[in-house]
């Protein structure tokens, strides 16, 4: 439930592993979205949250931390611009104050500051937050480490459909004691799910895949430009039976990496060192927005200790972990290709 003070009303979450965070804002739309966006984690109000977070069109200057967050940045995407400012880096709570409108900056909000800022977060409670697919098999998960436009999220929604369990497309928690917990967040569909997933397609409502043809429609008159996705919890594309799997054992790992030639590349084993080495470095591009943002009194080097200890996990959580790599080519329909993925790391068939 949103509780108010004044004209801000605010959401809680508390994630896995205990990192909490709150939203205050006087727009329904950015309750909103987080509230989906995060719906599983909801709680009553904490005492303290890990990540303050005021949006809105004039979130900094009347939020009561205004005098912390006087340094704001003034980002921009295209044709859109928001203002960002970040205090506290590494105190225990850190702040947020961010201004702009729209679904489009709102979406930004999440993707460039917050789950960013959570990945420290994590880190400061020994977790890793890592920008990665993962699926699993009885209790057992395979990790799928990657960018962008590799085939996480078709790989996801093609081993639910097949009745197998999914930790999430693009972000999971990583234990150092070698667990992989779901991270609570939307999985993006767009519009040309019904040529690359037919399977899946099929499974949504009627209204998602009206939704969808109308988003199509819209990106094509665009000439591509907006291709907005729908963001949907996994029940809502998969149905209600139980594929979301919270914990599971860390089993293997796969480093996926585009390249130019033809055909799926591999696997070729690599050492627990090069994956860290990657995963970081995923993470680091993920954060590139956050870092041009901070101000000059907290610069990016006063994230190093949260990287450290990241990393630190990371090795306790990869020790004696098969690690391998595939060369992922560059496709326009990714669904035969990451069902030879699925072959070849073993997550096909029963048991």
């Not at 000439?223 to 919890?233: F, S, T, V």
């Amino acid at each position: 439930m949103a509780q108010t003070t004044g004209s801000l009303r605010r959401r809680a979450y508390r994630f896995p592993s205990g990192v909490t965070l709150r939203i205050h804002s006087s727009q329904h739309a950015v309750l909103s979205h987080f509230a989906s966006e995060y719906t599983s984690a909801a709680i009553e109000e904490p005492d303290a949250a890990d990540l303050e977070v005021y949006a809105g069109k004039t979130a900094i200057s009347s939020s009561p931390e205004c005098d912390r967050l006087s340094q704001a940045y003034e980002g921009r995407h295209k044709i859109v611009r928001w203002r960002i400012s970040v205090a506290g880096l590494c105190e225990d709570t850190t702040h947020v104050g961010f201004e702009g409108s729209g679904q489009l900056v709102i979406s930004f909000l999440q993707t460039f500051y917050v789950e960013p800022l959570l990945r420290l977060k994590f880190a400061a409670r020994d977790n890793a937050l890592v920008h990665a697919a993962s699926l699993a098999k009885g209790d057992l998960s395979v990790l799928f480490p990657a960018g962008s436009a590799v085939g996480k999220s078709t790989m996801t929604l093609q081993h639910a459909a097949a009745g197998q369990p999914v930790q999430g497309d693009n972000y999971v928690i990583v234990t150092a004691d070698g667990r992989t917990l779901a991270f609570p967040r939307r999985m993006r569909v767009y519009s040309d799910l019904p040529a690359i997933n037919p399977d899946v397609y099929a499974l949504l409502p009627r209204r998602e895949r009206m939704r969808l043809r109308w988003a199509g429609v819209i990106r094509r008159l665009s000439a591509g430009y907006a291709n907005l996705p729908r963001r949907l919890a996994l029940e809502q594309i998969v149905g209600e039976r139980n594929h979301l799997c919270r914990e599971a054992r860390l089993s293997a790992v796969y480093l996926l990496k585009p390249y130019k030639g033809e055909g799926l590349s591999g696997p070729r084993p690599q050492t627990a060192g090069e994956a860290i080495e990657r995963i970081q470095a995923i993470g680091e591009m993920e954060s590139a927005r956050l870092r041009e943002a901070l101000p000059e009194d907290q610069p990016a080097s006063l994230m190093e200790p949260a990287l450290r200890r990241e990393r630190d996990v990371l090795e306790h959580a990869l020790t004696d972990i098969p690690v391998y790599e595939l060369l992922v080519p560059r496709v326009r329909n990714p669904a035969p290709l990451v069902a030879e993925i699925r072959r070849a790391t073993s997550l096909t068939g029963n048991g």
